[in-house]
């Protein structure tokens, strides 16, 4: 490896990042001396806002492709455009919580900025460039949410869901380090786009393979790629549904973002058999995931095992790099991120304070006793199903698009057949709000912040559901990646 | 013509408080994309990008087909909105403005011309009906909302894997209709037919035919008795009209191959229809076989693939529509005077309600397809244009006119004739308003076909030209082989 003369920092690049990081001290503060955690949670409002208006500067600057420290953390637009769905994700998840700590009796001083210091290790792998920052990131990322699924404490299900997410997850860690390690031996490099050139030219040797599919393997972990998804709806059953909205977005955002990196520029210099091993993992997701949350009754394990389903769809796109894959799978995750947050968030003023009582029972006659949050909770379920013109519709057709111009028709066929599978437990729980009567009168919960963060995850869902093609033409702007190519 | 269903469906939404206010804004709405369609010929398309990454264009165009079926869907539209917001007890104003959602999207079934956008407002369309269905329903609601969903989203998703393979592999420019219809014809002959049959699944399920038809019968029945949004069930009837637009002229090589096949269901589904409808003694089951006989000769008049029949059938598509929902409608009258669907619990009522007796009898026979009404025209051209090219088929269709006449007589005898002591309301005046539209309409189009026929004509030309072509190519098959071969 070979470090440049002079380290090049972009302070621009870095800034996102910086923001982050300083506002998770300064909210600690704020959390540690403030009368209850309302502070804490508008202090990192402001704080995520900023780093936003810095990702936007950025993007909109037309200097969207810098670099900091070689090309170890990047700023191209894929980087950009994601960091600013993982901070809207944390906005989402903050606003849900705004009210929800308070009456779950979780408000303790660490959480909002934990959870800043997580969405800052998402951000750094989707500007990851090389193995290291890769791994810096995804364990800034993981280590605050291991803390988080078990924030409710005294409670069995949620101390389990941390312990589990702990173990498997550091489990995965490993094996991801492993993996770098072997990959950094066969090539000599961890900058993605040296590894890919040493690699090409001739030094394909079985470690740089089996480091390949290490790498995979322990990001397949974190993305919850099936057979690796085990502890996803286990955990986010468990955890806290405000932290769920939070792991369900930001975390498979960043997960997700790694891979797109590795898939577009370090996979294809590895044995072929990498990339078929990668279709076997997306089909046996869409399969396992759809399947899984179709013979589910509770709404919030649904709601989990579909996340899982979703990362089938996403993994589509991973194989259609070469084929405009890369911005179908970030439109794709800005869909997810609106449409997933706004059900967990519809979803945290329905069940009771200890997250129970989420079963399809609670949603009988919803339309009736609340006409507007069922009307909502409609849209994002269609628009989890892929019913047009709703936001999640223009994911499908962008990544089953990407994934039939790849030549892997079989894929989008399955993805096609499991989206029907899909479309029936989404359409159970419409079914239950609006043609059936409650057989008793549940407690109401009402927070305004999580009629804003709902209102924001709906203006996304219908907005970019209608008028797609400004934000997919932003997000297919620029050189591909830049890692080196 | 989109925009303005969808802005009188949320004006309706916010107005819901005050019935009569929705009412005027619901039917205000409808008459407005009711004059919109009638000037709409003419008018020059529309074209605004919308997802440029992969060729996705916002393209409208209110010439050909699409224009006479608009305006057959906004004609029937006023008067189910009328009765929504006076019949259905609970909720009319939610009802109301889900109608006007499908309109809008019906709309853009019929003028879209990019395909993917077409497929958006195809599959959007299904979620009001659903709605209709589930909400409103009668007992075994659930059960029909399933099946109807499970049999949509089949078909049109197995669509959607065709709709974007077609343009993966044909390295069409964009998903424009033109860019298609120039690139997608090349294709080879095998691949050409399994996209077409991925089509086909998706359409013929909303078409509806044989064996995919048995969500329709339940839909109907289980349907809120007003009849109103059976009036959407008749309209969105898009399959036959997916064939004509997209699957005949995009892959006719394709199309050739399978057309005999789905030509032959057709056949049978005309005539299951019509036994179908002289066998059932529930009023509205009675009219969704009567239809989907009806939908057997539109689909013998498409898959005839001559150039009259594809117009008739067509033709007769936008009648029906009038008719089929103008019957649904009278069903909904009579229901609101006995509680009941049940033929058996009707009869002699011509002596206590002249005028609905009159009515009634004048839209049965423009059902089962007498000269002069609205029916004929469509149905006879259908008949004749597939007597061309494959006999057969078409005749087996055709005895299915003399068992319209034996289930229609039928039907009127049943509820009107015999003795009766029951005392029943006349039409009231409000009833009278509900009829007008469906009575102009279905006059409208038995005496004067001609204007609207010359607007289908040029696109069935098109799709002629396609197959022509199609049959030309070195190793193709010849329509009159097609023919021959039955």
């Known amino acids: ?485 | 013509m989109i925009v303005v269903p969808l802005v009188a469906a949320a004006l309706v939404v916010l107005a819901r408080r005050v019935l009569p206010l929705a009412r005027v804004l619901a039917v205000a709405g409808a008459v407005a994309t009711l004059v919109l369609a009638i000037f709409l010929p003419g008018t020059r398309p529309l074209d605004l990008t919308w997802l440029p990454g992969i060729g996705v264009s916002f393209s409208l165009d209110g010439n050909g087909a699409g224009s006479v079926l608009t305006f057959a869907a906004a004609l029937m539209m006023i008067p189910a909105v009328l009765v929504a917001t006076t019949r259905v007890a609970s909720g009319a104003a939610g009802f109301a403005a889900l109608l006007l959602v499908a309109l809008g999207g019906l709309n853009g079934i019929f003028l879209a011309k990019d395909l993917v956008l077409f497929y958006v407002f195809w599959e959007a369309t299904l979620i009001p009906g659903l709605l209709l269905l589930g909400i409103w329903g009668g007992e075994r609601r659930r059960e029909a909302t399933v099946k109807y969903l499970v049999y949509a989203v089949t078909g049109s998703f197995f669509m959607l894997i065709s709709i974007l393979a077609v343009k993966a592999l044909s390295g069409a420019a964009s998903f424009h209709v033109i860019d298609l219809m120039l690139a997608a014809p090349e294709l080879p002959v095998a691949t050409q037919t399994w996209l077409f049959v991925g089509l086909a699944i998706g359409m013929a399920v909303k078409l509806p035919i044989w064996p995919l038809h048995s969500w329709l019968v339940d839909l109907n029945e289980q349907n809120h008795p007003s009849g109103a949004a059976d009036v959407l069930g008749s309209l969105y009837k898009v399959g036959a009209f997916g064939f004509f637009a997209w699957g005949l002229p995009l892959l006719p090589a394709g199309a050739l191959r399978v057309a005999p096949i789905l030509l032959a269901l057709s056949a049978v589904t005309a005539l299951y229809g019509a036994f179908g409808a002289i066998g059932s003694n529930h009023l509205k089951r009675f009219l969704a076989y009567g239809s989907l006989s009806h939908m057997g000769i539109i689909g013998v008049g498409v898959f005839g693939m001559h150039l009259a029949g594809m117009s008739g059938a067509m033709y007769f598509l936008a009648a029906q529509m009038v008719s089929t929902g103008g019957l649904f409608l009278i069903v909904g009258m009579l229901y609101h005077r006995r509680r009941s669907l049940y033929l058996a619990d009707y009869g002699g009522l011509a002596k206590a309600a002249p005028a609905l007796a009159a009515l009634t009898l004048f839209l049965i026979f423009t059902f089962i397809g007498v000269p002069g009404l609205s029916n004929f025209p469509g149905e006879f051209m259908s008949l004749l244009g597939a007597f061309q090219t494959s006999p057969w088929p078409a005749a087996i269709a055709t005895l299915t006119v003399i068992a319209a006449g034996v289930y229609g007589v039928n039907l009127y005898q049943r509820l009107f004739q015999g003795r009766s002591e029951a005392v029943v309301k006349d039409l009231d005046a409000l009833e009278m308003y509900v009829l007008l539209p469906v009575i102009v309409g279905v006059l409208l189009f038995g005496l004067m076909p001609a204007p609207h026929l010359q607007r289908i004509e040029s696109q069935s030309q098109l799709a002629e030209l396609q197959l022509e072509r199609a049959a030309a190519a070195p190793g193709g098959i010849t329509l009159s082989d097609v023919g021959g071969a039955r």
């Open chain 1, 1 to 485: 490896m070979t470090f440049p003369g002079q380290i090049d920092i972009h302070w621009s690049v870095l800034a996102p990042a910086i923001a982050l990081l300083v506002t998770a001290a300064v909210t600690l503060f704020i959390a540690l001396f403030g009368r209850d955690s309302r502070g804490a949670a508008g202090a990192a409002l402001i704080g995520v806002i900023t780093a936003g208006v810095f990702t936007l500067a950025q993007l909109l600057s037309g200097e969207a492709n810098a670099a900091s420290f070689g090309l170890r953390y990047l700023g191209d637009v894929p980087a950009l455009t994601l960091t600013l769905v993982i901070l809207l994700g944390t906005v989402a998840a903050v606003l849900v919580s705004w009210d929800q700590l308070q009456r779950g009796g979780m408000e303790h001083p660490e959480y909002y900025p934990l959870m800043l210091l997580s969405a800052l290790g998402a951000v750094v792998m989707a500007s990851a460039g090389d193995l290291i920052t890769l791994i810096l990131g995804l364990e800034i990322m993981s280590l605050p949410v291991y803390a988080l699924s078990a924030w409710r404490t005294r409670d069995r299900q949620s101390e389990e869901a941390g312990m589990k997410y702990f173990l498997l997850g550091a489990f995965g860690s490993a094996i991801l380090i492993y993996g770098a390690a072997l990959v950094y031996g066969a090539a000599g490099s961890f900058v993605y786009g040296d590894v890919a050139a040493a690699l090409s030219s001739g030094n394909l040797t079985l470690l740089a393979t089996l480091g390949g599919a290490l790498v995979l393997a322990g990001l397949g972990f974190k993305a919850a790629l099936a057979p690796f998804h085990q502890w996803a709806p286990d955990v986010y059953t468990g955890a806290p549904t405000p932290v769920v909205t939070f792991m369900t977005v930001v975390i498979k955002i960043g997960a997700f973002a790694a891979l797109l990196r590795l898939a577009t520029v370090v996979f294809p210099a590895l044995q072929p058999w990498l990339l078929t091993a990668l279709a076997v993992m997306v089909a046996l997701t869409l399969v396992v995931g759809n399947f899984s949350a179709l013979m589910q009754r509770g709404v919030k394990r649904m709601l989990a095992y579909s996340s899982v389903a979703h990362a089938g769809y996403l993994g589509l796109a991973l194989l259609a790099t070469d084929h405009g894959g890369v911005a179908a799978a970030a439109f794709y995750l800005t869909a997810y991120a609106f449409m997933n947050a706004g059900a967990f968030a519809v979803l945290s003023l329905i069940s009771d304070a200890n997250d129970h009582g989420d079963d399809l029972e609670r949603f009988a006659g919803l339309a009736k006793r609340r006409p507007w949050l069922a009307a909502v909770m409609t849209l994002f379920m269609l628009s989890l199903g892929g019913i047009p013109p709703l936001v999640g519709f223009a994911g499908k057709v962008l990544v089953f698009q990407a994934v039939i111009d790849a030549g892997y028709v079989w894929l989008a066929v399955l993805g096609i057949a499991t989206s029907i599978v899909a479309l029936v437990y989404y359409f159970r729980v419409v079914a239950y709000m609006y043609f059936r009567e409650s057989a008793y009168e549940p407690p109401a919960f009402r927070s305004g912040a999580t009629q804003v963060a709902i209102a924001l995850a709906l203006a996304g869902t219908l907005l970019l559901g209608v008028f797609p093609g400004w934000w997919h033409t932003l997000l297919s702007a620029g050189p591909r990646l830049l890692a080196g190519l």
